[in-house]
């Protein structure tokens, strides 16, 4: 193990059993819930793809969720180099579950370079995270982090009030790391969870209490870009919005600030919401 490595939370130290093939561990109570969250494997390629490719950092992950992945089953990711050159490297990395493809993801990476031109999006002006409550299942955010949802909106109860389709939700974890694809990582779990909530929201009756009980949901796939670098021991806050929901299918879109205003990463998601 990498003095790196040492310093990481055991979540991000998949095991390498191979030239190209590491062995992830999986988070959660299998009895409590036998899926792996999506959010947790989007957070292992991403340390995956960093430490093969040294002197650059994850620019873009895509990846598409193909069936879902047991906490009760061994996963292991198979990672090929598409590219490694002086400004650019790519990596096709594959989610297993013996001879069950599960997620399928492709990663840009990129080196810094100057700026020539720069320009960035306003943060929008929301309560801080000092004057929202702890909301929702813990298992939304990366082992020990915390998040707080603006407005105390509650997207699990089918009877909680409606509201328009978007989702405001602060976020940090006690980690601080100086390696950024850790702190890629931890926020790019935490990317995974809301939007089909937030999906939900101006639709009386239906909530993600509902998921997997007479609803079928799910996240199919996740593109996620980071711009600048940020700490996840600070908070970031995930400016949610979803502009589609029809036809079976919800798609949202968010960027990521830093409490400074500095944005960080943004995402998109497609996702299923049906009977």
Known sequence: MSKNEADRPPELVPEQIGDDRYRAQNVGNPEEGDVVFGGQLMSQLIVIAADRNPGKNVKTLHTIFARGARVSQTTEIEASSMHDGRSFG?????????????ARAL????????????????????????TCSLAGPAGLAFPGAEFR???????????????PPELYVWMRHPTSSDEQCVNQAILAYATDGFLIGAAMRPHAGYGQDRAHVDLATGVVSHTMTFHEPFSVGSWSLLAQEVVYTGRGRVYGRSNVFCEDGTLAASFVQDSIIRK
């Open 149 to 163: 949802i603006v407005g105390d909106v509650d997207t699990w109860n089918p009877e909680a009030p409606t509201g």
């Open 90 to 102: 790519s990596e096709t990395l594959t989610v297993w579950q013996g001879d069950r493809l599960c």
């Open 107 to 130: 990663v840009l990476l990129s080196a810094d370079e100057p700026d020539l031109i720069q320009h960035t999006s306003e943060m929008p002006s929301v309560a801080g995270p000092e």
